[in-house]
């Protein structure tokens, strides 16, 4: 059974995490894969490093817990490509 991370984050606390939560969740089970754990950082800028649920996210990574992470975009992980590499060279 494949173990997937679905992150989802919105800058700004008037927008929801919840349409990216449900895309992605529908995404997971039309591939079968139904161990699906969520993370939502709610009204927390791109821009910022540290956040809350990203960093659980890659805590449980490092301990090897998930096997893929799902996100609605890319900049969903980080607003530049320095960003989305540190997260991945964070956990490794």
């Known amino acids: 059974m494949t173990q997937v991370a679905i992150y989802a984050r919105v800058s700004t606390k008037d ?3 919840e349409v990216q939560v449900t895309q992605l969740t529908a995404y997971c089970r039309a591939r079968g894969w139904t ?9 927390i800028s791109g821009v910022r490093d540290n ?3 990203l960093d659980k996210l890659r805590a449980r990574m490092l301990h090897g817990e998930f096997e893929a992470v799902v996100v609605s975009k890319m900049d969903r992980l980080g607003r530049s490509l320095g960003m ?3 997260f ?5």
């Open 35 to 43: 161990d699906v754990a969520v993370f939502r950082d709610d009204g």
């Open 15 to 17: 927008q929801s995490t």
């Open 84 to 86: 989305i590499l540190r």
């Open 51 to 53: 956040r809350p649920e």
């Open 88 to 92: 991945w060279t964070k956990r490794m």
